[in-house]
């Protein structure tokens, strides 16, 4: 039944005492605005209280300066696709609250929650102004986290993947260039052509590591080697088509626990035979 209350000068379907301009009261759907009676939009308010808005189509929702969504204090934000609940702002008492994408019960101020356990399924930074950018995998099976380069960001999404360029494990284990490393630190190059893998420098000595046919360590200065605490080094220097060696205090040259060749301050002794071949 329609009321119309002259003296609020309010309207009410389904009750005689509207307490607004525009007042319906009912179980069902109570508000409908259709464009041609097959695509159209519902507004539903249940018996919780709770507004359910419903399109036959896409929604879309526009304002010439900005649009607001508020919500009251201590009250949860959720945002349903599919009937599920894919992303969250959750209220904990905390100063801000806490969002959570495909995770219902966040614990952190951002917290996502992979659907499967591939590229597609992680956190895709893209570039600026190109098809590229890199990828964050938290890879399940193995209790990693890959960071790839993705190559093309602008490939299907069954068809997304990355180039893994480090790991992390949850061992505490790094990997660059490989996955599943073995060391704390694990450098991997494919085709060593001599480019050094590892470089420390402080901006004018540099330390280097790469292979090639061999195993290379290469420094600008001179190499020491150091007993921690003790003070006790070994220096090794090529200079001049020479190799120079020198330590804190003796030299020995030895194939197992005895000692053939010592040198000190007092020059060079020998305890075993030592033979000097030319060529």
């Known amino acids: 039944n329609a009321h119309f209350d ?67 204090s201590g009250r949860d934000f959720r945002f349903n696709w599919g009937g599920n609940e894919r992303i969250t702002m959750m209220a904990d008492g905390t100063v801000q609250p806490l969002m959570g994408i495909n995770q219902t019960a966040p614990k952190a101020n951002l917290h996502i929650k992979n659907y ?6 992680g956190l895709l930074l893209e570039h600026d102004n190109a098809t590229t ?21 602008s490939a299907a999404l ?26 704390s630190l694990d450098v991997y190059k494919a085709d060593a052509d001599g480019t050094p893998a590892i470089n420390i420098s402080d901006g004018v000595t540099y330390l280097r590591s790469y292979i090639s046919d061999a195993a290379y360590v290469q420094s600008d200065d001179a190499l020491y080697m150091w007993t921690r605490g003790t003070g006790q080094y070994t220096m090794l220097r090529a200079e001049d088509g020479y190799v120079k060696i020198q330590a804190s205090d003796e030299i020995y040259l030895s194939p197992s626990d005895t000692n053939l060749v010592s040198f000190d301050s007092g020059g060079m002794n020998l305890s075993g035979a030592v033979q000097l071949v030319n060529g």
């Open 6 to 72: 002259g003296g609020l000068n309010a309207l009410g379907l389904g009750t005689v005492a509207p307490a607004a301009k525009l007042d319906v009261l009912s179980t069902t759907e109570q508000l409908r605005l259709s464009y041609d009676g097959s695509e159209y939009a519902t507004f539903t308010v249940d018996n919780a209280g709770g507004l359910h808005v419903t399109g036959s189509n896409s929604m879309t929702f526009t304002g010439t300066r900005h649009m607001d969504l508020g919500i009251g």
């Open 116 to 121: 499967d356990d591939n590229w597609e399924s």
């Open 133 to 153: 950018g890199w990828n964050f995998h938290p890879n399940r099976a193995q209790g990693e986290l890959l960071i790839g380069y993705n190559a093309d960001t």
């Open 158 to 183: 069954a068809s997304q993947g990355a180039t893994s360029v480090m790991c992390l494990e949850s061992g505490g284990n790094i990997g660059i260039g490989t996955t599943g490393p073995s060391y």
